[in-house]
Structures are given as C-alpha cells and as structure tokens.
Antibody
C-alpha cells in the first residue's frame, strides 16, 4: 500500500517561495502521476498540476502557470511543489495525491502553508 | 475548464437515512467522475471512481451512478462515521476540477 508523507507546516512572507515535499513509500513511485491539490481555509479542492516521474514533464493549471514548479527525485521517491511570489490568498493546505488511471487513490496528509507578513 | 456543481450544498440527516448527492458537469465527461469523502483536518478519501466503481475497502452502502453530465452518490443507510463533506471530481480533461462539496451533518 502506497503511503505519501508530506513535509511540515510552513509560515512564509508575501513575495517569498515555499517548497513542499511528498515522499512515497510502499509502492512503485515512477509509474504513477503525482498531482498537487490545494484547499484554502473553509474552501473546496483545487488542482494545481501534476507530473509523471518516469517522464519528468509536469503540466499545470492555467491559474498557476509561471508561479508553480512540480518536480520529482526518483532516487528518493519524492515529489516537490514549489510556489513562488506567495500572497495571502495562497494560505492553504497543500496535498499531494497519486493518480491511478483517472482517480486519486492515495493522498498525503497535507501541508499547511500560511502566508503572512 | 469543465465546471462542476453539486446539490445540495449541505444537508442534515439521521443515522439510517438514505442520502443522495447530485453532481453535474458543464459538458459531457462520459463516466470520468470520482467521489471523495473528507472529514475535518483530514485528506480526502476516494469512495467511488469512474462513476460507479467502489474503491477497495469502502463500505457497500456507498454507490455511484450516472454518465454524461449528471451523476449521483448514494449512501443507502447513513452511519455515524459518514458525517463529512463529499466532493465530486471530473478527470475527463485537464485541469481536473472538483465540485464545491456537499456537507452532510447530523439532524
């Protein structure tokens, strides 16, 4: 059973960057796409982008194009999401999720990113 | 982008009730519709994929149906652990989009 473990909570200043990690264990990392989904406080779920580790090419939601970078390190079975030019509206819980076929079957525990001056 | 809507946005129900949540897509997504359950402070959990397939380990009281633009999630007999927020999600095209959620709470 695949388990996704994310890095801890972050507090960032507006204009700075944050990089969240997602380490996979117990399964085959490279074969499945990893996506990042965020959830602002009290709000719904928003897909940010995803990557297939063996291909290494990420695709992003238009909303985040130019501001987000998703990468993987196959040697450590870890995916990363870096978000730049942070603003208060980026305060959210960020989840990584494994895409199996056409659905997210495994999720990380979430990482709270707080953007505040 | 494909827009997803859900109704109702919230509902109150009792243990043992039959509950139905509706999800609509702004265009046909064939059967590429998934349902997730989320409890406060927790990650979403997959319940149903490709409209009607039950994820392993999910109780059989959960079922899904629909195709095209109209989908439903049914809980045949609501249990105490089912009080949560439910989200539909289309995976027909990128960006994958979620419905706004339906909160199920105790009457």
């Amino acid at each position: 059973q695949v388990q996704l473990v994310q890095s801890g909570a972050e507090v960032k200043k507006p204009g700075s960057s944050v990089k969240v990690s997602c380490e996979a264990s117990g399964g085959t990392f490279s074969s499945y796409a990893i996506s990042w989904v965020r959830q602002a406080p009290g709000q719904g779920l928003e897909w940010m982008g995803g990557i297939i580790p063996i291909f290494g090419t990420a695709n992003y939601a238009q909303k985040f194009q130019g501001r987000v970078t998703i990468t993987t390190d196959e040697s450590t079975s870890t995916a990363y999401m870096e978000l730049n030019s942070l603003r208060s509206e980026d305060t959210a819980v960020y989840y990584c999720a494994r895409l199996k076929g056409s659905y997210f079957d495994n999720w990380g525990q979430g990482t709270l990113v707080t953007v505040s001056s | 982008d494909i827009q997803m809507t859900q109704s109702p946005s919230s509902l109150s129900a009792s243990v043992g009730d039959r509950v139905t949540i509706t999800c609509r897509a702004s265009q046909s997504i064939t059967r590429y519709l998934n349902w997730y359950q989320q409890k406060p402070g927790k990650a979403p959990k997959l319940l149903i994929y490709v409209a009607s397939s039950l994820q392993s380990g999910v109780p059989s009281r959960f079922s899904g149906s629909g195709s095209g633009t109209h989908f439903t999630l049914t809980i045949s007999s609501l249990q105490p652990e089912d009080f949560a927020t439910y989200y539909c999600q289309q995976s027909y095209s990128t960006p994958q989009t979620f419905g706004p959620g339906t909160k199920v709470d105790i009457k």
